[in-house]
């Protein structure tokens, strides 16, 4: 009697505690200990998305309205909510394979799943909407704050209603942006900031009358560079298109050379040499770029145009890896006996950084450009105009609800 009164009674315990993690909670075992942590608390299983099935041109984009639902996995993640989507040519890269093999491993760094585990892949680095749900260690945010992200390239992208990311990632949106204004900003921003930050050693209280020197100043990247380095008083000089000189110009550009006219490297090397140099064109500027530079001095030349990537598409992980490493330490070798520091840039995705950015953009010393909107139905065509290139600001998805403050 005894015995089948304490089956009862577990039995009761076990449907109550199922219950319960069902809503919001789930156990995590670690050792002897177990612990509860939030887990997404939004009676949903599906939302629409962008997705691709396979990697290829622009065909492979599928429109879906049951794409997995994100949930938070960890105590510091939250749920955004998006309200507008920024589009870049990384987007159009990924969607061809870029980068495959070191965003699988990125994503699975057990070699667990097999092969084409990513799909249904959804596109999107940058992102502006509102936090829906926090993990029990998020302190910093709280549901419906207003946010802005850069999406790291090896998880789901904001081409989706909904997009989970680590706290660490978001930043508190621009009060004098809309979303989709903010959406314009947070990837190429990050980009720059690890560029001329992280990796070139500047700042704002450092950056005052430096001779700074972009190559490529009409993209993305180039634009807010110049932005943020006539915030901080350096003098820019920049290289770019007849067509696009009135529109750098307006950005603050102190000097600008005209590719189109010829070779740039003549003009560039009549001028007082500089302080850093910041790379988004590649090929065959490494040639002559760095000579352009102050010799010992500590000036950095920070190309963003790098085959660590392509390397390991092309050679797999470790040989790929072995292969950029050589190629990385040659380079830097070479130009340090000459007095000059050689260095590689890569998109470092940074809450704080965006903070930082945030307090420029309500100063008023940093605009969003943004080229064009499209709405969430016409995702392909907006792909594609990126694919064009060309363009003086961003391409942004806005979506039916909220996109336009």
């Not at 061809?96 to 699975?108: C, P, Q, V």
């Not at 064009?388 to 391409?395: D, I, P, V, Y």
Request: aromatic share 8%.
């Amino acid at each position: 009697m005894m015995r089948s009164v304490r089956q009862l009674a577990l039995s009761r315990w076990l449907c109550h505690l199922s219950r319960s993690l069902s809503v919001n909670t789930s156990l995590s075992w670690h050792g002897s200990q177990t612990r509860l942590f939030s887990t997404t608390k939004i009676g949903m299983n599906v939302m629409p998305a962008w997705v691709i099935d396979k990697y290829g041109s622009n065909d492979v984009l599928r429109l879906t309205k049951n794409a997995s639902f994100p949930v938070i996995n960890y105590p510091n993640e939250v749920i955004v909510k998006v309200f507008a989507a920024g589009l870049n040519p990384l987007d159009v890269s990924m969607r061809g394979g870029y980068g495959a093999a070191t965003l699988s491993m990125k994503r699975d760094p057990l070699n667990i799943k097999q092969s084409g585990s990513e799909f249904p892949l959804i596109l999107g680095r940058d992102v502006s909407g509102v936090i829906m749900e926090c993990g029990l260690d998020v302190k910093h945010f709280r549901e419906r704050d207003e946010v802005w992200a850069a999406i790291p390239p090896w998880k789901q992208g904001s081409l989706a209603e909904f997009v989970v990311l680590s706290a660490n990632e978001v930043s508190h949106k621009p009060k004098s942006l809309s979303h989709t204004e903010a959406a314009a900003i947070p990837y190429v921003a990050t980009t720059a900031w690890s560029a001329l930050v992280n990796t070139g050693g500047l700042s704002k209280d450092n950056c005052a009358k430096k001779r700074i020197l972009i190559l490529g100043g009409s993209g993305g990247v180039g634009t807010f560079a110049i932005q943020m380095l006539k915030a901080w008083r350096a003098h820019v000089t920049v290289t770019c298109s007849q067509n696009a000189e009135w529109f750098v110009r307006g950005l603050g550009a102190d000097y600008v050379v005209d590719y189109t006219t010829g070779p740039v490297e003549e003009p560039l090397s009549a001028l007082e040499k500089f302080d850093l140099i910041l790379d988004n064109v590649g090929g065959d500027t490494e040639r002559w770029a760095l000579n352009l530079l102050k010799p010992w001095s500590g000036a950095k030349y920070v190309t963003l145009v790098t085959p660590f990537l392509q390397n390991t598409d092309r050679l797999g992980i470790a040989d790929g890896m072995m292969q950029t490493a050589a190629t990385m330490a040659t380079k830097a070798l070479k130009h340090l006996v000459k007095g000059v520091h050689y260095r590689w840039g890569f998109f470092t995705p940074s809450g704080p950084a965006l903070d930082e950015i945030r307090e420029m953009v309500d100063a008023g010393q940093i605009q969003a450009v943004v080229e064009e909107t499209f709405n969430f139905s016409q995702v392909p065509q907006a792909i594609e105009k990126v694919e064009k290139g060309h363009a003086r600001g961003k391409t942004v998805v806005q979506f039916s609800k909220g996109g336009d403050d």
